[in-house]
């Protein structure tokens, strides 16, 4: 039997329309919207692309959105002094500094610049002490995209063995935080893992964020587990594999329209025949994670305003 889809794009959309019912009560009780403030240093295209959609959604939900569109000659100092000027406007709720900066720039330092109640990316070290400890107001949109993901397709999780392949700050660390969070028994694997296929056939939940495109294959993936791909590798022609090319398959199209098309780390013809759910690439993980920017900025707002 062929695995089930986990539409993120679907799940998204309902969750939209939760967050613009936020907005609203926000609204009307602070005479005003909240507002999320974007950072995007140089005309990196994939950053573009990013910061569009991020803007697109927030116009559709009805928060204010405010871009400030650098050079990338532009100096840490003056960039460190914009991100001061945000932290202290009080009717900015959150900031997101758009990755990855120029050389020149440390990116630690930069984000280490962002107030830890602004920010909306969940970066910051006192945020992600939050996250481990379950104090926080919020967590890395990727993860929580995920879990509320899981959450709306009824996906048990409670005594599952979770495996994470990836140990970025970004998405592995604290999607397992999270999974441990409800009770799922953790293990995180990565580029040093021995015998990294026949570890992750143990999983009940599969959860690939390697940067690797196709790198997870049927030998992964235990018969029945829930798959999900975090991966988001642009391929064209010359590196496409032959068994992509499949009757009506969206990877054929985009190859044949555009020149080039979206793989997720997991091999997407294998994983349909191996696993019981899956998410697509593109239209799983991807509409989560700017919506839950979105409700990650609202809870902000939210919570900034309780403290007043």
């Given at each position: 039997?062929?695995a089930?889809?986990?539409?993120?794009?679907?799940?998204?959309?309902?969750?939209?329309?939760?967050?613009?019912?936020?907005?609203?009560?926000?609204?009307?009780?602070?005479?005003?919207?909240?507002?999320?403030?974007?950072?995007?240093?140089?005309?990196?295209?994939?950053?573009?692309?990013?910061?569009?959609?991020?803007?697109?959604?927030?116009?559709?939900?009805?928060?204010?959105?405010?871009?400030?569109?650098?050079?990338?000659?532009?100096s840490?100092?003056?960039?460190?002094?914009?991100?001061?000027?945000?932290?202290?406007?009080?009717?900015?709720?959150?900031?997101?500094?758009?990755?990855?900066?120029?050389?020149?720039?440390?990116?630690?330092?930069?984000?280490?610049?962002?107030?830890?109640?602004?920010?909306?990316?969940?970066?910051?070290?006192?945020?992600?002490?939050?996250?481990?400890?379950?104090?926080?107001?919020?967590?890395?949109?990727?993860?929580?995209?995920i879990?509320?993901?899981?959450?709306?397709?009824?996906?048990?999780?409670?005594?599952?063995?979770?495996?994470?392949?990836?140990?970025?700050?970004?998405?592995?660390?604290?999607?397992?935080?999270?999974l441990?969070?409800v009770n799922?028994?953790?293990?995180i694997?990565?580029?040093?893992?021995?015998?990294?296929?026949?570890?992750?056939?143990?999983?009940?939940?599969?959860?690939?964020?390697?940067?690797?495109?196709?790198?997870?294959?049927?030998?992964?993936?235990?018969?029945?587990?829930?798959?999900?791909?975090?991966?988001?590798?642009?391929?064209?022609?010359?590196?496409?594999?032959?068994c992509?090319?499949?009757?009506?398959?969206?990877?054929?199209?985009?190859?044949?329209q555009?020149?080039?098309?979206?793989?997720?780390?997991?091999?997407?013809?294998d994983?349909?025949?191996?696993?019981?759910?899956?998410?697509?690439?593109?239209?799983?993980?991807?509409?989560?994670?700017v919506?839950?920017?979105?409700?990650?900025?609202?809870?902000?707002?939210?919570?900034?305003?309780?403290?007043?």
């Amino acid at each position: 039997m062929e695995a089930k889809c986990l539409s993120g794009k679907e799940t998204a959309k309902q969750l939209t329309q939760r967050i613009q019912q936020r907005v609203h009560s926000f609204a009307s009780r602070e005479n005003r919207v909240p507002k999320l403030a974007v950072i995007l240093v140089g005309d990196d295209p994939a950053s573009a692309v990013y910061v569009r959609s991020k803007h697109k959604l927030s116009s559709k939900i009805g928060i204010d959105f405010e871009l400030h569109t650098l050079p990338d000659t532009i100096s840490q100092k003056e960039l460190l002094e914009i991100i001061r000027t945000l932290n202290d406007d009080s009717r900015c709720d959150a900031i997101l500094v758009q990755l990855p900066l120029p050389p020149h720039i440390d990116s630690n330092t930069v984000l280490l610049a962002i107030d830890p109640i602004k920010d909306v990316d969940c970066f910051h070290p006192e945020n992600i002490g939050r996250l481990w400890t379950k104090t926080g107001v919020i967590a890395p949109c990727t993860p929580a995209g995920i879990m509320e993901l899981l959450r709306s397709y009824n996906i048990p999780i409670e005594g599952k063995h979770a495996i994470v392949i990836g140990r970025s700050n970004i998405v592995g660390k604290p999607m397992a935080a999270l999974l441990l969070h409800v009770n799922a028994t953790i293990t995180i694997a990565h580029s040093k893992t021995k015998n990294l296929s026949n570890l992750c056939r143990t999983a009940d939940i599969l959860v690939a964020a390697i940067g690797k495109p196709a790198f997870v294959t049927s030998d992964f993936i235990k018969p029945g587990a829930v798959v999900i791909d975090v991966g988001m590798n642009r391929i064209d022609s010359v590196d496409a594999d032959s068994c992509w090319f499949q009757p009506e398959s969206p990877i054929k199209d985009s190859l044949e329209q555009k020149g080039h098309a979206l793989i997720g780390d997991v091999h997407p013809n294998d994983v349909r025949s191996v696993a019981s759910w899956y998410t697509p690439v593109p239209g799983g993980v991807g509409p989560m994670t700017v919506a839950m920017l979105m409700e990650n900025t609202v809870s902000l707002a939210e919570y900034r305003n309780r403290r007043q």
